[in-house]
């Protein structure tokens, strides 16, 4: 259940950042791109389910009344987009301080590009060829170890792979033309 929440935030996140590095002016908020609606999901789910717990354990008339009309839209908003929005912003802001610290020169801005895009890569390619792998050798469950093992090595050299691409392609862009 957890799954079908977070995928369409993690998609949007995913979305965000491909935008954000094929647009040139949008560069500079590609991480930043990356990091807001997974943090605006995480945290107007934890909010809103901490709010109707407490408010229901403290016996409060709001999480015992449905959510109705315009009083149920204003407590929506408030028990689920506003902590969604003060968390959103909070990790943006971290995101940014660690640009500005760390992330100071062009060299260090693209290997953080290129090792977060390896490592998005990484997990559905785990995922897939672990799935690939038991659902054509299903009888063979002994067999369990080598097939992760399999799945781990696909994914490293899929993720080299990428890494070194998006490396290249950087070159590419920064090479003065003939």
């Not at 998609?11 to 990356?34: D, E, H, Q, T």
């Not at 934890?46 to 403290?58: R, T, Y």
């Amino acid at each position: 259940m957890q799954i079908i929440y977070a995928a369409p935030f993690i998609l949007l996140s995913l979305v965000a950042f491909v935008l954000s590095l094929a647009i040139p002016r949008l560069r500079p908020y590609a991480f930043r791109a990356l990091v807001a609606p997974v943090a605006f999901g995480f945290c107007s789910i934890v909010a809103m389910v901490l709010i109707l717990v407490a408010s229901h354990g403290l016996d409060l008339q709001f999480a015992n009344a449905p959510l109705a009309g315009a009083r149920g839209l204003f407590e929506g908003v408030a028990i689920y987009f506003v902590p969604g929005l003060v968390g959103a912003w909070i990790a943006v802001e971290i995101v940014r301080q660690v640009e500005v610290r760390v992330l100071k020169t062009r060299a260090r801005r693209e290997l953080a590009t290129r090792t977060i895009i390896a490592l998005i890569v990484f997990g559905p390619v785990f995922i897939l060829c672990t799935g690939v792998q038991f659902n054509v050798f299903s009888k063979a469950d002994a067999w369990w170890p080598a097939f992760l093992a399999v799945s781990f090595t696909a994914a490293v050299f899929a993720s080299a792979l990428t890494y070194l691409l998006v490396r290249t392609l950087q070159q590419r862009t920064h090479r003065e033309p003939r």
